[in-house]
């Protein structure tokens, strides 16, 4: 049971590259979250999902995207990195809506 | 008044003192509470949820006030290992939970 499993765990891109940071739960949770932290700031809601087939927009989703095919796997998707996207980036899943939230380890991305 | 604002610290404290935080929420209608523990450089953790007539896990208290519109969190007997940032978290109705920016704890020898 690996619960919820971010891949990669660090990674270095430059100015226009993309890249889809992965997120996988064997959770069997409905909801799905991606957040961003910047250093020494709060979480940051990007997008969500609250079932297979449905994505919401968060507090900053500007320069990602994000697809929910299956219950399993919610992956982030960045287009043309800018050096604003630099931050570690966690996936959460709930249950529901007002459960605790269950995070991954984190990605931490580097734009240069 | 932000939807959930906490002091951010830092708190400096000796091992063995008892220390507490506040968080303030907006939203009235606010049903479910949680408390986070972050690490430097790692996930957030759950700690504890927050009920309405408070509740203890071992050295942690939380307690809830509506009236108010804050939660609670007091660490008794501070260790070393307590060191880190906590983070309140409240929902928002339909819409997905909302975290605090967090407060730093630093519990020194």
Same mark, same amino acid.
């Given at each position: 049971?690996a ?16 890249m ?16 961003r ?25 500007n320069?990602?995207?994000v ?30 809506g ?15 | 008044?932000?939807?959930v604002?906490?002091?951010? +610290? ?38 504890m ?35 880190a ?9 339909n ?6 920016? +967090?407060?730093?704890l630093?519990?020194?020898?």
């Amino acid at each position: 049971n690996a619960g919820v499993t971010q891949t990669p765990k660090f990674r270095i891109l430059k100015i226009g590259q993309s890249m889809t940071l992965q997120c996988t739960q064997d959770m069997n949770h409905n909801y799905m979250y991606w957040y961003r932290q910047d250093p020494g700031m709060g979480l940051k809601l990007i997008y969500y999902s609250v079932g297979a087939g449905i994505t919401d927009k968060g507090e900053v989703p500007n320069g990602y995207n994000v697809s929910r095919s299956t219950t399993e796997d919610f992956p982030l998707r960045l287009e043309l990195a800018a050096p604003s996207q630099t931050s570690v980036y966690f996936c959460a899943t709930s249950p529901g809506g007002n459960s605790p939230l269950h995070f991954g380890n984190g990605t931490r991305l580097t734009v240069t | 008044r932000k939807e959930v604002e906490q002091d951010p +610290g830092p708190f400096n404290v000796p091992e063995g003192a008892t220390v507490a935080f506040n968080c303030t929420y907006s939203n009235s209608a606010s049903q479910s509470f949680f408390w986070y523990r972050q690490d430097c450089r790692k996930e957030p953790k759950l700690l504890m949820s927050v009920y309405s007539s408070g509740n203890e896990d071992g050295r942690f208290t939380a307690q809830l006030n509506r009236a108010s519109q804050y939660i609670s969190l007091l660490i008794r007997d501070s260790k070393l290992s307590d060191s880190a940032t906590y983070l309140c978290v409240v929902n928002k109705g339909n819409t997905p939970l909302v975290f605090g920016k +967090g407060t730093r704890l630093s519990v020194i020898a």
